[in-house]
């Protein structure tokens, strides 16, 4: 994740903030709401990295092959991702 914790932790309650500021939501629970709004996004920030974790995952299956046939494993790496970004819908 780019962000830090803390960095996601005063977004979320910054949004929250915004949120009822602008009257979107109505709330007596600024805590929890804060609190739902910061794993909303750390579970999306954190995305690319769950995504980069698996594409490690699948080229580690195929190292030896890659050795072998001798593919760039940047390459490979940027096309496996692409995939999975495209398999799980997700824009990043």
């Not at 709330?27 to 594409?55: G, Q």
Request: charged share 35%.
């Amino acid at each position: 994740m780019l962000f830090s914790k803390e960095y996601v932790g005063y977004l979320a309650r910054e949004v929250t903030k915004k949120l009822i500021a602008g009257k979107f939501i109505e709330t007596s629970a600024v805590p929890a709401v804060s609190e739902r709004v910061n794993a909303a996004l750390v579970d999306e920030l954190s995305l690319e990295d769950r995504i980069n974790d698996e594409v490690r995952v699948i080229l580690e299956a195929y190292a030896d092959e890659m050795n072998k046939t001798g593919a760039n494993y940047q390459e490979m790496f940027r096309k496996v991702k692409t995939e999975l970004v495209r398999k799980y819908k997700a824009v990043l």
